[in-house]
């Protein structure tokens, strides 16, 4: 049975624009929401992106990605497989549904998919700290595949 347990608080001053905590005192009064509860959510919500639930053996990498410049993020997210490695990948896929790979073949897959999954990580990583970072994401027809 799992019983719920409060999460620990922390108190913090953050001084504010005349502007902003007016924004911030508009919408908590206007969704009926106390001030601090509002603010802590946009911070929560705006905080970088953590790597916490990725697989173990990549959150160390990921975490690094956050110190890279918008530059090399940039080439991360839009790197893509090389196409002979595609098309590998897409052949050893066909062999798997007609059940005719070797062993050899199946373990080739195995490791092509753990490659394109990697790399998918992190390009959605390096989006996600683009998009923290204050930079437009291109809409999905315009990302490269």
């Not at 590998?88 to 073949?105: A, F, G, P, V, Y």
């Amino acid at each position: 049975m799992y019983i719920h347990q409060p999460m620990a608080m922390q108190k913090v001053t953050v001084e504010l624009s005349e502007a902003v905590f007016q924004q911030l005192t508009h919408i908590a009064s206007a969704t009926q929401q106390p001030l601090e509860v509002l603010a802590a959510q946009s911070i929560a919500s705006n905080l970088p992106p953590t790597p916490d639930n990725a697989p173990v053996e990549m959150q160390a990498e990921l975490f690094r990605m956050q110190t890279l410049s918008s530059t090399e993020l940039l080439s991360i997210a839009q790197s893509q497989i090389p196409s002979e490695q595609q098309q590998r990948h897409i052949k050893l896929l066909e062999k798997n549904q007609n059940d005719e790979l070797t062993s050899t073949e199946r373990q080739e897959l195995s490791e092509l998919r753990i490659i394109a999954d990697r790399l998918m990580l992190q390009k959605a990583y390096a989006w996600s700290i683009l998009r923290w970072w204050g930079y437009r994401l291109p809409p999905l027809t315009e990302l490269p595949e």
